[in-house]
């Protein structure tokens, strides 16, 4: 096990490596010039050297390529270039705001989508499953960017249930008053595809043949469903949401843009916008390593889940 | 496999259908499938006929009145024009000796005058609606289709290009190459998809082309990683084999053997990146990263909707939806059809 681990994080060096390899240069080779971002439009030719000189931008390539190396080991990244705060701060300020949406919207999704992919597996192949076949792919279709227009319109602006947007100060608030339409937009949502998947991976255990051996030996089917059939699927439904978690923490970007909500993902589109290039770099990096960890994680868990699986 | 004692020496001998004629065999026996082709066909005939010009050319023209809504609600009641000052009564007072620019109003009236101005009178309803400037909302969804529809294409065609050369690549070749486009694929599906995007789109900038390649060079993976296993699966095949016993190159047999025989992968593959590409370039355009302002698309009319809802006009976002959701069912029905013609093992498994 623990040769396991070590094996893996081993071979996270590279890849890590890749990443950064990967930043760099597109941001070197595609990116304009940081000095004359930072210098704005009025900047004086001897403003720019400046700037470049103080960035390190007129040293020879590898050694600005060990700066970047340096920043991200020491996390150490300056300031924004457009706000002046510490992007280091931007993670612990921003991120609240993307959890509280996305850790609720998580565990609503999984609760829900499993026993619904369930229900729609035990009646498979009867015009039930395949009228909400048909219903998923076209509810698929529409944008979500329609769903969250129309669900604000009429849940917010004409019945009046949420407020239309907003953000407080307060976690609780948060979660009970601003939280709960973008989540339950986002949940409606995912749940058609969500269920969608989980079906299939059902479908493909009730194919098996210990299930038949089940049936044979007269277990009743709820009880081959629940017991034997959920547990099974669960490893590749495990995948998938291993695979969606390092979403959580960019949060679904659009809902944040669209309902005001100040988390990173929202941050991230920003800084785009504004060319404010240390933010999405770190960003970008941080949570590659965030996704290789969380995978690392997921394995781990398959044991725990399955026996049967053996750690090579 | 007939022999020559049971095949009548005066038959020609019979060719036994290819893959591509057994697919479509099985296809055309796909109501489903059948259907939705014939509506993505029609998509494909208007977004050649919007990109010639023949129809919705004049989408930027402001046809109707702000807002005018669909012709088949009716025109709006006409309302009087809000009086916000009194009507000043008796005879104008003459400021003309302390008006500094009294000398020049008979000069400018004259020259006024030598300029034509036309207004062209602006219709009160238009089939779908108009937008906030009054232009047609149908003329803008059929162009917004040649947009969304084109950057879907493109951007699955670069994206099923690179993935497939890669893959080709990586599978045949295996070893040193094969090891280096698998940390090259790492690297990419290492970094959460979103992030890959804005980091591209920080850097490239904004523009149609410039959506294409950014959906396009950071969506590859997926194809990468199938064409990798069709490729590795192929390359031992005795067919490739005997390629290789009578002289074919590698590249020959790379992409003259091997690859028509995993086409149909490649096919499927390209017609799920159209869906998603499609679905992304909406999200894209309406975080202000996509199509420009001066063009449009389903994306760019979805996002001037937001705003339009809370006044009441819902027609252009209906009209987008519509639209959206007509191409994209069709097209993903399609595909599975595709998917089950190419395919047959695959056939009821989701």
Redesign the interface.
């Known amino acids: 096990m623990a040769a396991y681990l070590l094996r893996r994080l081993w071979q996270m060096i ?3 490596a ?2 950064i390899l ?2 760099f240069f ?2 070197k080779g ?3 010039d940081p000095a004359e971002i930072l210098a704005g439009l009025a900047a004086t030719p001897e403003q720019i050297a400046a700037i470049r000189q103080q960035l390190g931008l007129d040293r020879p390539l590898p050694e600005q390529l060990w700066i970047f190396v340096r920043q991200i080991l020491t996390f150490d990244w300056g300031r924004s270039w457009a706000t002046n705060e510490p992007v280091a701060s931007l993670f612990a300020s921003r991120l609240p705001a993307t959890l509280t949406i996305m850790l609720p919207l998580l565990v609503l999704e999984v609760t829900l989508a499993i026993p619904l992919a369930l229900a729609v597996a035990a009646v498979r192949g009867s015009l039930t499953d395949r009228a909400i076949v048909i219903v998923t ?2 509810a ?7 769903y969250i ?2 669900g604000q ?1 009429l849940f917010a ?1 004409k019945l009046g249930w949420f407020p239309v947007q907003g953000w407080s100060d307060s976690p609780w608030t948060n979660l009970v008053t601003y939280a709960p339409l973008p989540v339950l937009l986002a949940v409606a949502v995912s749940l058609a595809p969500q269920t969608r998947l989980y079906r ?1 991976f059902f ?2 255990e009730i194919g098996q043949d210990y299930v038949r051996t089940a049936r044979a030996k007269g277990l009743s089917e709820p009880a081959i469903l629940l017991r034997h059939v959920t547990r099974n699927a669960l490893i590749p439904i495990l995948t998938n949401i291993g695979a969606g978690l ?2 959580v923490f ?1 949060g679904s ?2 809902i944040e ?2 309902f005001s909500i100040p988390g990173l ?1 929202r941050e ?2 920003l ?3 504004r ?1 404010d ?1 240390p933010v ?2 770190a ?2 990096i941080y ?2 390593v965030l ?2 960890v969380i ?1 690392l994680a997921t394995d781990l868990l398959y044991k725990w889940v399955d026996p049967r699986v053996v750690l090579k | 496999m007939s022999t020559a004692a049971d095949t009548p020496v005066s038959m020609p001998p019979a060719r036994s259908p290819g893959v591509w004629q057994l697919a479509w065999r099985r296809f055309r026996a796909d109501r489903v499938g059948m259907v939705s082709l014939v509506v993505v066909l029609a998509f494909f005939v208007m977004i050649a006929l919007a990109a010639l010009g023949w129809i919705a050319g004049d989408w930027q023209a402001e046809v109707g009145e702000p807002y005018a809504p669909p012709s088949w609600l009716g025109a709006p009641p006409a309302q009087a024009p809000a009086q916000a000052l009194p009507v000043p009564q008796g005879p104008p007072v003459d400021l003309s000796d302390v008006d500094p620019l009294a000398p020049r109003y008979a000069e400018w009236a004259e020259r006024t005058a030598q300029v034509a101005s036309h207004e062209p009178p602006r219709a009160r309803t238009l089939p779908l609606g108009g937008d906030r400037l009054g232009r047609d909302v149908l003329a803008k969804a059929i162009k917004g289709a040649q947009v969304s529809i084109l950057v879907g294409v493109l951007a699955a065609v670069v994206a099923t290009a690179i993935g497939t050369l890669l893959g080709a690549l990586g599978g045949y070749f295996g070893g040193k190459v094969g090891d280096f486009l698998e940390w090259v694929y790492n690297v990419f599906t290492s970094i959460p998809g979103i992030l890959l995007i804005f980091a591209f789109a920080a850097v490239l900038g904004r523009g149609v082309d410039t959506v294409v390649w950014i959906l396009g060079l950071t969506g590859w993976t997926g194809v990468y990683r199938q064409m990798r296993a069709e490729f590795i699966k192929h390359a031992v095949r005795e067919y490739v084999r005997a390629a290789q016993a009578i002289g074919a190159g590698r590249w020959s047999r790379m992409f003259r053997h091997i690859l028509p025989n995993v086409s149909h992968v490649v096919l499927v593959q390209l017609s799920l990146l159209v869906v998603g590409f499609i679905k992304a370039e909406v999200i894209l355009s309406y975080l202000g990263l996509g199509v420009p302002v001066d063009q449009v698309s389903w994306g760019t009319m979805l996002g001037e909707a937001q705003n339009e809802m809370l006044l009441g006009h819902w027609w252009q976002l209906a009209a987008a939806t519509a639209f959206m959701a007509v191409f994209v069912t069709a097209f993903s029905l399609l595909t599975d059809a595709l998917r089950d013609a190419l395919d047959p093992r695959l056939r009821g498994l989701e």
């Open positions: 590279p890849t890590l890749g990443v990967l930043v597109l941001f595609f990116g304009g792919t076209v698929m279709s529409i944008s979500f960017l329609v227009i129309v319109w602006f299939s479908l493909d390092p979403g960019v970007f659009l843009v669209f993902g991230v589109l800084a785009v916008n060319s290039y999405i770099q960003v970008t949570l590659a996704t290789m995978n």
